[in-house]
């Protein structure tokens, strides 16, 4: 430490951080895929109060939410392999499970997580918008998926955007998780740099500099969406 | 008959609604229904667009027969196309502006085109005096205006009646008025209309017939005049004595 901070290597880990981006990105990506479909149709069972399904979900969400996200790795990483195993011993496929590419494992817990997220956003999102407009939609004549996609969506979407866009930051950050994973994500690429010469300091501040800029460029990204969606301004909801 | 409904039941939980309405409506015919709050008109009305499911019941819209408990989607479908519906809450799409939530029903309901569709919205908006307001949002509305785009919504679908639930009550007083002014100006032009109100003088005025309905049954029907000058029922006796100012009876 007596010999201060190493720039040479602050900006060259820096660099090496950033490589580590696309597969923050990818992850994060697929797993709102998954997540913004799926966590809005459970939300619709919570809000209509589908029988089995409704309570499926409100259990779902407190089992996530209940847990830090490092032991749903955890979980995931060491008893997906055991189940991957035992299916390719019974139908006899030839591949080791420990040849799988740990981001398929990362896209399951992140979109399994942030669906939990996302259910209980877009279910109180949803309760903004009144249910007299989806009857109004009705006795015009939509049908219920045109009455979705073209009034309740929409205005759900406007007054759910910054929560998703919150949910989105945090699904960014929570990727550097990943190297528990041995995922080679932001996190872990600075880190293995870091191990060589000691120069931990170095590459954390690379690593802190990668995501305040990847999570203030997403949070950007989002302000503008909302400020487009937002033309009809929802000040009666 | 454009509408003969006989027989609608409908309970919620061990709460029965409506015990067996029965209900005839003639083109051209406004009637009026009248009854205190919680005796079912609103059921009544929402059971007849399929917004409610009737427990029992049947109606003849037109040429169409259906069973109101075992309609299936089509014939819903198809009798919404006749059945325009004003809500108490305007309910109108807040996303849209006054001439897309006109012509919503029609380009996305009807596959009306879409100038054509623009045409016919702008020509209702005109009729509730909205010319000025095509592209105001619903939250840049007042309260009268915004029932007035409902009215414009229902009246562009050119449906054979239109359903109305006391479309004044949201409203503040003074903007009953323009409210009710368009709702009689679309009367006088023929409009078939069931409209349930508690504003009395748009039902001696305008209705041709009113309808009292009290827990969930028809006690009492007939022109304004029998119903206001002769009331027959005890009930209908007592709850018009509270509605109506004490000399009423001779204004009509
Ligand atoms: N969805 C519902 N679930 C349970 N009860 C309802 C529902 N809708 C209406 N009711 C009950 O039905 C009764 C009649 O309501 P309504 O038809 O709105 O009467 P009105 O319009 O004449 O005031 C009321 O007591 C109301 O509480
Ligand atoms: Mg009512």
Redesign the pocket.
Known sequence: MSEGLNYQFLVDTFFVALSGVPIALIITIVSLLIALPLGFLLALTRINRIPVLNRFAQIYVSFVRGTPVIIQIFIIYSSVPLLLASIFEKYNINMNVYDVNPIWYAFIVFSLNTTAILIEVFRSALSTVSKGQLEAAYSVGLTNVQAFRRIIIPQTLVVALPNICTATVNLIKATSLGYAMSLQEITLRAKVAANVGYNYVEAYIDIFLVYLILCSLVEYLFKLYEKRLRRYKAVNV | MMLEITNIHKS??N?E?LKGVDLQIDKGDVVVIL??????????L?CINFL?KADQGHAIFGDIDVNLKTASKKQIHEIRQKVAFVFQNYNLFNNKTALENVTEGLIIGRKVAKDEAIEIGKKALDKVGLAEKYHAYPSELSGGQQQRVGIARAVALNPDIILF??PTSALDPELVGEVLTVMKNIANEGTTMLV?THEMSFAKDVANRVIF?DA?VVVEEGTPKDIFVNPKEERTKKFLKRVLPEDYIFYI
């Open positions: 919620f939980g709460n609604i009854g205190p709050s919680g005796s079912g008109k609103t059921t009544l929402r409610e639930d006391e349930v309905m969930g």
